[in-house]
Every structure is written in structure tokens, then in C-alpha cells.
């Protein structure tokens, strides 16, 4: 099967499976979990968010950070990563050793830290969690964008189409000597004759 049709069919299943679970959720679920806005049992690392003003100032924080981790995520982390992680990469011209572990040691740490105060919003209410996942997706459509238009794409059946185009015409075109050729021969052939009809009349003249 085509890797292109895999990919296919694994998101047919993610949106299948996610409908599902949001499905379930709507329905059976509830509790402070699922409330939507500040409330008097609302508190992320001790901070009460009682009021819609604290509740408006946590999602834009989430939001913002949101945004900023995907552009680094997209961005910086393939970077590392490949320079690192990757066994076909043993030559590395670009940046020196020190700098490369500094760079990796502090995106992680600082990921690590992000991610933990991440969860803690998460798993207090519903509402965090949402607007950290659509922002981030959001963001996400034009990290993607910009780096798919640095790539050159090129359709395989156009290619089968060119190419069996071009071999149509070098067919053609090797016909058409063919007969180009057959034509000449022909022509010289009853030139030849013509000229060994004409010598013996010449030479009876010459004796007459």
C-alpha cells in the first residue's frame, strides 16, 4: 500500500477516534472538570482564578505561549534534532559542539518546565486545555505552510504522462526518418535505373 494511502487512512481514524471521545464525554461527563469560566474552586499553583479578569489573563498567557512554543517547536527543535539524532549526519559544518549542546540542553529544559505548568493548567479545567490546543493548531497551519513552500513537489503521473509523450514522439519521429530514408532510397534507385537505360542508347548513337 501507497505511504500516501496509509497517511490517509491514520487520519480517517485520529478524526474517528476523536469524535468518539468527545462524543463520550459530552455525555457521560461532568463535574468542575468540564466547567467553562473562573470559579470559586478554580486554582492553578495556588492562584485562585475567582474572576473573569484572571480567567481572560491565564488564556491569553496560554495562548502566547501557545503560539510561541510551535514557531519553536517547527523552527528550532528539527534543527537540534537532526544535527543530533541523526546517524546519516556524522559532518557537522554549520555550528560547533559547545554551542550545539547549550542550544539542545536549554530548548529541552525550558520545554520541560513549559510542559509542566502546561499540565497543571490542564488538568484543572477543560477551557485551558481547549485554547492551548487551538491556538497551537492554529499557529500550526502557517509554520507548516511556510515550510511546504520551500519544498519542490513534482506529480509521478505527470511524469509517466511526459515521458510516455516524449516516447510517442521519438517513435513518431524515428518513423518518419525511417520513411525519409525509404523515399531517398527509392528515389536513387530509379535515378540509377534511369541512367543505365539512357548509357546503352548513347552508345549506339556513338556507333551509328
Not at 501557545?66 to 559532518?91: A, H, L, Q
Request: charged content about 20%; some cysteine; aromatic content about 10%.
Amino acid at each position: 500500500m501507497n505511504a500516501v494511502i496509509r497517511t490517509r487512512i491514520c487520519l480517517v481514524f485520529n478524526l474517528v477516534t476523536l469524535i468518539a471521545i468527545v462524543s463520550i464525554i459530552s455525555i457521560v461527563g461532568n463535574g468542575k472538570y468540564l466547567h467553562f469560566g473562573p470559579s470559586e474552586d478554580l486554582s492553578i499553583i495556588g492562584v485562585k482564578i475567582d474572576t473573569w479578569e484572571r480567567w481572560a489573563i491565564v488564556n491569553v498567557m496560554i495562548v502566547f505561549i501557545s503560539i510561541s512554543d510551535t514557531f519553536i517547536n517547527e523552527w528550532g527543535m528539527p534543527f537540534i534534532s537532526f544535527r543530533i539524532y541523526d546517524p546519516d549526519c556524522k559532518v557537522i559544518k554549520d555550528v560547533g559542539p559547545v554551542e550545539l549542546q547549550l542550544l539542545a540542553n536549554g530548548m529541552y529544559f525550558c520545554w520541560a518546565v513549559k510542559n509542566l505548568l502546561y499540565t497543571l493548567c490542564y488538568v484543572s479545567q477543560l477551557d485551558f486545555a481547549l485554547f492551548r490546543v487551538i491556538s497551537s493548531e492554529i499557529t500550526s497551519i502557517f509554520t507548516i505552510r511556510g515550510l511546504i513552500k520551500e519544498k519542490e513537489f513534482k506529480n509521478t503521473e505527470n511524469e509517466e504522462d511526459t515521458i510516455s509523450q516524449n516516447s510517442t514522439d521519438s517513435h513518431s519521429s524515428l518513423h518518419s526518418v525511417k520513411s525519409d530514408t525509404s523515399q531517398l532510397s527509392r528515389r536513387s534507385k530509379t535515378k540509377t535505373e534511369k541512367n543505365s537505360e539512357i548509357t546503352p542508347l548513347l552508345s549506339v548513337q556513338i556507333q551509328v
